[in-house]
């Protein structure tokens, strides 16, 4: 029986944008290495699919008010992997401000040195200042960032394809280390890239690292059909997750890949009592910490438009908002204005709706309540598994892996343990064959599945 | 007393381009990271200040028969970095197929993760073929290469000063997380490079990485001269040795930095024997598994004559060999044609004698004149420590560990225990000031020596 994938988003103090203000936090150790390796040992030990770091090149607006520095995954993961044997490991990545061939290194050594359980988050990067950081006048357009990102993938699959399987030989008597017959160049020439390649180092324990996806604009979509092999997206309701659900895995059927193959994960942040009131205090407890210059600022970002000075406890202005086509692209611009639609929320009540995960499912509830909900997602074509992105950190993962992940076990929705010990074992997908492979001259099938 | 500094320098089998075929070698774990986990761990009970890992952004030649895969330094050296707690981890990176803001980040996230352990090896990539994996028609020239290098340096210094000391507030009561009047962007707009910043992670426990150079060209010396603190170099005599120490301390002293605080590091590649005889034996079976189609293609590189055809027991054909204005750059050279001019060698004898180190000083003997050679060199001006580079690991590194150390430590010339816990506090060099710490709006004196 198919069960449900989970990640652990981990986000520095928690995903609540005033997890660092709570009484439980440790906002002292967010810089502290053994902090998140404790976190991904916590993870590992509910048999969690994988630890998930999302990035990107620049600083965040408004540190002032949340610890919304940067942690660097590729180094980040790497510690972690250290203090781990199974649990995955995504770190996001750019395709617009890394080089492909130092992020085929990266994650190359990544999925080496964790025995085959590294995963690849491929953005294009949001944030516009990011532009800046690079020599750039202007942070490229979505579209051309997209067509960078699809020969980006290209070069990279390219490259860790480059090494066969059985390149490395190390036959120490006739002093043959590797054959080189089956180390290739991968002399890629296209319209915005050129690599020649071979990586240098050896094929890696999966093969390529797991492609997991974020964006769910119509290029982004069209991006994930192509190429992702898990989808990170953001529903605030069932019937939106179900409508997204059945988008993509027809969007991946028609790019001719097997929708079972490609895992739909949407956030969820749960708040956890041992009553639904209990839930609801904490929820609200958090809701008292936000400081509304920060949410104000953050929620300029989601709709285009700053509130500053209007009545927080009065309605949205529906009518200033800019329209769809006017914000150009970005589906979480859609989900807050559904929620305007939907609940009809004072600018306050809209303020801590988002504050939660930025625009992410956030429900409180007792464990059974979550475990419920988490089901009826999961076995309403809503999602197959999701991306848990618990309010605070690290009580507010123990509390899920404590109390949530035994009921969702006993449901028989969840493994009790691992089946094996790389990220494409934990996702049931297969370990892609080099595509040099069947190009050898003697004309052997590829190896590998 | 100034004592010795010792970094290892890690290389996948050992340093001898045969040490992978040695009988004591473990080949098939030179992907694994626990291998090397466990050589610094070695390293780092014997009190060693760092752990040094080379790099490249291309496959080296001839990989058929020897380990010149490329280990990626800043995710391996995270991993080894959460296996250890004081020994220092220096990672190379290049300043030519790096963008500055992805390099900043590596570095101040290793030396987060370590509790400030990170030195940079500053290179600016001397493999031709690198240019390929990067859309470049050409690899830049060396002079363009150390232009951008060095602004470079100024572009990643500014980053990492770019958040002051205690720009990192946490003030849960009053829902402060950080003073952004002491994080700075650097708008940095240069001939080369442009950069607004700031960083997106707080400043880091050494304040900078310890800048690490090993470029012995002019263009090199002169780098080294205005940035590094550590220089590592090759010299096969004495002689040679000081006179380089003397040039590089006299130009640091023109650049108007202090020479003390720059510490002069020659590799040395010691074969160990419990008599001479034994010592030189062993090196004789390391010179018995070279290959010369490898050794004599490793040749063509420092030469840049082909060898192949030759009688191998004949002379080196001095004559034909380049000059150094045909060579253009790159001290190695000099270094291989010195051993010619002294030595004269048989062209097998030459190969031997670089398959040690590529030009580095291999030596061998009995622990006792290990320990008086590297002592003769340390008080005779030619070192302030050494870049110890076995020939095979590990047990290459344990018996310098187990034999020599403890001799230099009798001696009073290594240390018995660390001081501190960061690479600066190995080294004693004194942790930087942010650069925007004087420029506080409040007049403030700088923060930090």
């Given at each position: ?5 989970l ?46 770091f ?6 965040p607006d ?12 590729f ?17 996001t ?24 359980r ?12 990011a ?19 699809d020969e ?8 860790w ?38 990586l ?7 093969g ?6 974020a ?19 953001a ?7 179900r ?10 059927k ?9 895992k739909?994960?949407p956030?969820?942040s ?34 285009g ?21 006017q ?11 559904d ?17 939660g995960?930025?625009?992410?499912w ?42 949530v ?6 449901r028989?929705?969840f ?26 001259p003697?004309?052997?099938a590829?190896?590998?599945?």
């Amino acid at each position: 029986m198919t069960q449900l994938n989970l990640n652990l988003f981990v986000y520095p103090a928690g995903h609540h944008e005033a997890a660092w203000r709570f009484r439980g936090a440790e906002p002292h150790r967010v810089l502290d290495i053994t902090y998140y390796q404790e976190l991904a040992r916590r993870a590992e030990a509910a048999t969690f699919d994988a630890v998930f770091f999302a990035d990107g090149p620049s600083l965040p607006d408004n540190v002032r008010y949340a610890s919304r520095f940067r942690l660097e995954p590729f180094t980040w993961l790497s510690a972690i992997a250290a203090a781990t044997s199974h649990i995955g490991l995504i770190a996001t990545a750019s395709t617009t401000y890394l080089e492909p061939y130092n992020l085929a290194r990266l994650f190359a050594s990544l999925d080496h040195l964790s025995r085959g359980r590294a995963g690849w988050n491929i953005v294009t990067t949001g944030a516009p200042q990011a532009a800046q950081n690079f020599g750039l006048d202007e942070h490229p357009a979505h579209g051309s960032r997209y067509a960078r990102a699809d020969e980006f993938v290209e070069v990279v699959t390219a490259l860790w394809d480059s090494w066969e399987d059985d390149a490395l030989v190390i036959d120490q008597e006739a002093g043959i280390f590797a054959d080189d017959t089956k180390i290739h160049p991968i002399d890629h020439s296209g319209e915005r890239l050129r690599v020649r390649g071979p990586l240098n180092t050896p094929r890696i324990p999966q093969g390529r690292p797991v492609y997991v996806q974020a964006g769910s604009s119509e290029d982004g979509k069209g991006f994930a059909a192509r190429h992702a092999e898990a989808i990170f997206t953001a529903h605030q309701t069932l019937a939106n997750a179900r409508d997204f659900y059945a988008d993509v895995k027809s969007r991946v059927k028609a790019a001719g890949r097997d929708p079972g193959l490609v895992k739909v994960l949407p956030g969820i942040s749960p708040f956890i009592g041992s009553t639904e009131a209990e839930a609801l205090a904490l929820r609200e407890e958090f809701n008292e910490l936000t400081q509304p210059e920060y949410s104000l600022h953050q929620l300029r970002h989601l709709l285009g438009i700053d509130l500053t000075g209007y009545d927080l406890d009065g309605p949205v202005p529906r009518e200033e908002l800019p329209t769809h086509e006017q914000r150009g692209y970005g589906s979480r611009f859609q989900v807050v204005v559904d929620i305007i639609d939907r609940e009809q929320p004072t600018i306050r009540q809209l303020l801590h709706h988002l504050a939660g995960a930025r625009g992410h499912w956030v429900t409180a509830g007792t464990p059974e309540q979550i475990a419920d909900r988490m089901q009826e997602w999961f076995e309403g074509g809503a999602a197959d598994g999701f991306n848990v992105m618990p309010p605070y950190l690290n009580g507010g993962f123990d509390v899920f892996a404590d109390e949530v992940v035994p009921i969702l076990r006993r449901r028989g929705l969840f493994r009790k343990e691992y089946d094996g010990s790389t990220l494409r074992s934990h996702y049931g997908l297969p370990r892609p064959a080099s595509q040099y492979a069947s190009r050898a001259p003697d004309g052997q099938a590829p190896t590998g599945t």
